[in-house]
């Protein structure tokens, strides 16, 4: 990736006190939820603390969050991911497991299921549209993978919505999300798991190094 993009340096900060501890090369070789590959970027002093994560990306201050809770790196991870309706990815609500949303999607066949191409979803469902398909969804590689539901995007917008039954962790903006056919376990796309326009502030009255950035 250093062939095509130039280095583009910046500070690495602790999520909880705001402290610098090291320093990166460019966000766009680090990823949300990452926890390899990070400790060269830190300092010296820095790296027995671990294991650290990327807890998120402040792409208008060039600044990388670390932190070394996965509780937190999990949080803030679900806070940067669109989900249908309101809710942190990897949470569990009334009986509902984690939501997010995916876009790029690529179909096995060529094209989504009927009840997901939004011709055929509107006139068999008689309610705009809201179509749902249940699948079993795959997130992180390894044999673990989750019953969910599919549907369409409320605002009419690409990419679709996903629901699980049960919790997910570590789930972050830029991976893969696979979709199989529950009944015969055949493959039947994937998408990438969307990030939202979620926008981190630096607050007045910082602490050492900088202001510890916040969601807004």
Same mark, same amino acid.
């Given at each position: 990736?250093?062939?095509?993009?130039?280095?583009?340096?910046?500070?690495?900060?602790?999520?909880?006190? /705001?402290?610098?501890? &090291?320093?990166?090369? #460019?966000?766009?070789?680090?990823?949300? $939820?990452? @926890?390899?590959?990070?400790?060269?970027?830190?300092?010296?002093?820095?790296?027995?603390?671990?294991?650290?994560?990327?807890?998120?990306?402040?792409?208008?201050?060039?600044?990388?969050?670390?932190?070394?809770?996965?509780?937190?790196?999990?949080?803030?991870?679900?806070?940067?991911? /669109?989900?249908?309706? &309101?809710?942190?990815? #990897?949470?569990?609500?009334?009986?509902? $497991?984690? @939501?997010?949303?995916?876009?790029?999607?690529?179909?096995?066949?060529?094209?989504?299921p009927n009840a997901l191409q939004p011709q055929r979803a509107s006139a068999s469902s008689g309610n705009g549209g809201n179509s749902k398909f249940e699948a079993t969804v795959q997130v992180r590689h390894g044999p673990t993978s989750h019953a969910g539901v599919l549907s369409l995007k409320s605002d009419g917008s690409e990419g679709l919505d996903v629901q699980l039954e049960e919790t997910a962790g570590g789930l972050a903006a830029g991976q893969y999300a696979a979709f199989y056919d529950p009944g015969n376990g055949i493959c039947l796309g994937s998408g990438v798991i969307s990030e939202n326009k979620a926008t981190w502030t630096q607050q007045p009255s910082p602490p050492v190094g900088v202001g510890v950035l916040r969601k807004s």
């Open positions: 990736m250093s062939h095509y993009i130039p280095d583009a340096p910046g500070p690495v900060i602790e999520l909880e006190t /705001g402290h610098i501890v &090291g320093q990166h090369r #460019g966000l766009h070789f680090h990823t949300v $939820g990452q @926890r390899r590959g990070i400790g060269p970027v830190l300092r010296a002093t820095e790296v027995h603390r671990g294991p650290w994560f990327v807890a998120a990306k402040d792409v208008a201050s060039n600044v990388l969050l670390v932190t070394t809770n996965s509780v937190s790196a999990a949080a803030t991870s679900s806070a940067a991911l /669109g989900d249908s309706g &309101g809710e942190s990815v #990897g949470s569990s609500s009334g009986g509902s $497991g984690a @939501r997010f949303s995916v876009e790029d999607i690529a179909w096995v066949s060529g094209s989504p």
